[in-house]
């Protein structure tokens, strides 16, 4: 089913962010995923986010590769540069085009099929060049498109709609890229806004790769008892690390009236993330403590979410390539195509 184009209307007394755009003006095409799905609520959580830190529409670029997850690009930010890559290869479409034209605001939507099967290779690339993007992992331990096989990361133990159990053991996408280095890493619940609004704005400020895997139920496949990605097992099992809000670098930053402990990590770009943390020893720049955490709640069934670890010193990818600060689309021809004799003599420097 195509996407449906919603009607131009506003309320006239809307509000409007520092461009003088509407949540409205942030949104896309009508939704054709089944009612109830977590993946539209992630979309009104991309959508809040993109609003609040005014992004520029035309200045961010929305990919995806293939599933239920990658159709949320069609629904936010109609007016944003966008490019929907073959099943699986969406990171390394992201990682050549933000090499090509770092001035765009890259945010990569994908899913638990679509990142940790046929595009696991793909995903740990990008972690590993921190590729310079938000990387929204929507995860529901189960193929929606085609009917409800269970996906790699769906839990042992956990059952089908038909009553089968999975056997295999799953591939947790935030230890994945806690391993290979990711430097920023965060896990939410479609059906908690309140967290996962400000995850996604520090994640869109972050200077390098930051994932954030949201558990988003199928309501079709994989919403019953027995399930481990439902909303009811992911309400009764979640347990945050930190409680986040971001809070943008052109707005006054201000501390709340309250005794709990607050720790400040600033970003590349200025930004920070003011965390108040639950347990008096955790520590989100501690990359070890951040995968030891999220291993003793596996242990004990409970889901870790919140902002888990951030690097605020990671190089991203131009830094390690050493790539000109112009995008290429802005460079001259004359610079991109310097002739016969430049090449020659870049040539004798690898003979």
Known sequence: MT??????????????NALGLTLRDYEGAMSTLCAGC???????????AAWELALEPHRAAKMSGIGCSSKTTAYFMK?????????????????????ANRGLTYIGISGDGDSLSIGLGQLSHAIRRNVNMLYVLENNGVYGLTKGQFS??????????????????????VLLAL????????RSFSGDKRQLVPILKAGIAHRGFALVDVISPCVSFN???????????????????????????????????????LRVVELHD?????????????????????????????SRHEIATGLL?????????????????????????EQLCPGKAAMEKLMERYR
């Open 270 to 298: 200025g930004a920070q993330v003011r965390l108040r943390a639950t347990a008096k020893d955790y520590d989100p720049t501690d990359r070890e403590s951040a995968y030891a955490h999220v291993r003793a709640c596996q």
């Open 223 to 261: 919403d019953h008892e027995g399930s481990t990605k439902s909303y009811a097992y992911t309400r009764e099992h979640e347990v945050e690390a930190v409680h986040a809000d971001f809070v943008p670098l052109q707005r006054e930053i201000t501390v709340p009236a309250t005794d709990e402990v």
């Open 3 to 16: 996407s449906i184009a919603k009607p131009p209307v506003k309320h006239p007394s809307s509000r409007t």
């Open 152 to 173: 790699a990361s769906a839990d042992i133990g956990s059952t089908s709609k038909k009553g089968e159990a999975n056997e295999q053991a799953p591939i947790d996408p």
């Open 309 to 333: 670890f951030v690097d605020e010193d990671g190089k991203d990818m131009h830094d390690h390539l050493r790539t000109v600060p112009t995008p290429l689309v802005d460079l001259p021809y």
């Open 179 to 186: 391993t290979l280095g990711a430097t920023f890493v965060a």
């Open 38 to 48: 977590g993946h539209d609520s992630v979309t009104a959580a991309l959508v809040q």
């Open 79 to 99: 007016q944003s540069h966008g490019f929907n890559s073959v099943h699986g290869r969406m990171p390394s479409v992201t990682s050549g085009a933000a090499a």
